[in-house]
Nanobody
Framework: QVQLVESGGGSVQAGGSLRVSCAAS????????MGWFRQAAGVQREFVAG???????FYGDSVKGRFFISRDNAKNTVYLQMNNLKPEDTAVYFC?????????????????WGQGTQVTVSS
């Protein structure tokens, strides 16, 4: 069973930076696609970023050029570096993993989820 545990959320002023991390357990980390989604109150879960086993990265339009996803297979950890944060980035950020496969922008395509970490950006 895959378990995902996020950390690193918090509060920051607009223009600031945060890095959130997701530690995975359960095996086969290096061949899984990993992703980050976010969900604001009253809004559907939104694709933020994904990285596949070949280290190709994908981003949602609203975060391109500001957010960067990376992974450390030796530590079974995926990271999301968030720069130039905006109030509209405020949401709960969820880590997700897929059984071996490609990154998908739709939440229903992912197999495992973390519990989420709150990111709040004030103006």
């Amino acid at each position: 069973q895959v378990q995902l545990v996020e950390s690193g959320g918090g509060s920051v002023q607009a223009g600031g930076s945060l890095r959130v991390s997701c530690a995975a357990s359960g095996g086969y980390f290096s061949i899984r696609a990993m992703g980050w989604f976010r969900q604001a109150a009253g809004v559907q879960r939104e694709f933020v970023a994904g990285i596949n086993s070949g280290l190709s990265t994908f981003y949602g339009d609203s975060v391109k050029g500001r957010f960067f996803i990376s992974r450390d297979n030796a530590k079974n950890t995926v990271y999301l570096q968030m720069n130039n944060l905006k109030p509209e980035d405020t949401a709960v950020y969820f880590c997700a993993a897929r059984n071996p496969g490609s990154v998908d922008i739709f939440a229903h395509a992912w197999d495992y989820w973390g519990q989420g970490t709150q990111v709040t950006v004030s103006s």
